[in-house]
């Protein structure tokens, strides 16, 4: 029986280090995003913002790279929500998997504003997410709306259009 939990243990471990590992790629992503997408004129702030909702490792990871990052000179900033209710004046929102089944009602809410929402669930761009991530041959990818994007008022660069994958 100890054999067992050994076993579980090691292999616990060894799954924690993945986890970390794509919290990191996905939050590299998020920044990415960000540099690449024509955003409308800056209001009064000098930040922009990045909230996660529903994954602290992203949200973690994120705020590493904003010690020392900025976007389109602006400070980068990141804030953790626990439900789209908590979303306020966010440039982009990363729905985690966890939250996806709240994307309509998160659509609803900004649909009038200039936001990047990308979901962590194949598939969400069909629903209204203008990035969703997913993995290819082993690889994290994502699938990209240009279109989804240019409703909320934003313009994508060419760049990010030939790296994305387009929804079928």
């Given at each position: 029986?100890?054999?067992?939990?050994?076993?579980?243990?090691?292999?616990?471990?060894?799954?924690?280090?993945?986890?970390?590992?794509?919290?990191?790629?996905?939050a590299l992503f998020l920044f990415n995003f960000g540099q690449n997408i024509g955003w409308p004129e800056?209001?009064?702030?000098?930040?922009?913002?990045?909230?996660?909702?529903?994954?602290?490792?992203?949200?973690?990871?994120?705020?590493?790279?904003?010690?020392?990052?900025?976007?389109?000179?602006?400070?980068?900033?990141?804030?953790?929500?626990?439900?789209?209710?908590?979303?306020?004046?966010?440039?982009?929102?990363?729905?985690?998997?966890?939250?996806?089944?709240?994307?309509?009602?998160?659509?609803?809410?900004?649909?009038?504003?200039?936001?990047?929402?990308?979901?962590?669930?194949?598939?969400?761009?069909?629903?209204?997410?203008?990035?969703?991530?997913?993995?290819?041959?082993?690889?994290?990818?994502?699938?990209?709306?240009?279109?989804?994007?240019?409703?909320?008022?934003?313009?994508?660069?060419?760049?990010?259009?030939?790296?994305?994958?387009?929804?079928?």
């Amino acid at each position: 029986m100890q054999k067992i939990y050994l076993l579980l243990g090691i292999l616990l471990l060894l799954g924690l280090p993945a986890n970390a590992q794509m919290a990191k790629f996905k939050a590299l992503f998020l920044f990415n995003f960000g540099q690449n997408i024509g955003w409308p004129e800056k209001n009064n702030s000098n930040d922009f913002i990045i909230t996660i909702i529903g994954d602290s490792d992203i949200a973690d990871a994120l705020g590493e790279l904003a010690t020392s990052r900025t976007i389109g000179g602006n400070n980068l900033v990141v804030r953790e929500a626990n439900s789209i209710n908590e979303v306020e004046n966010s440039h982009i929102v990363f729905l985690s998997d966890r939250q996806s089944d709240s994307l309509s009602q998160l659509v609803s809410l900004k649909r009038d504003k200039p936001v990047l929402i990308v979901g962590d669930r194949q598939g969400l761009c069909r629903k209204g997410a203008g990035i969703t991530f997913l993995m290819m041959d082993g690889n994290l990818t994502f699938e990209i709306c240009a279109e989804t994007i240019e409703e909320y008022g934003l313009v994508c660069s060419r760049r990010l259009l030939t790296l994305g994958v387009d929804p079928q």
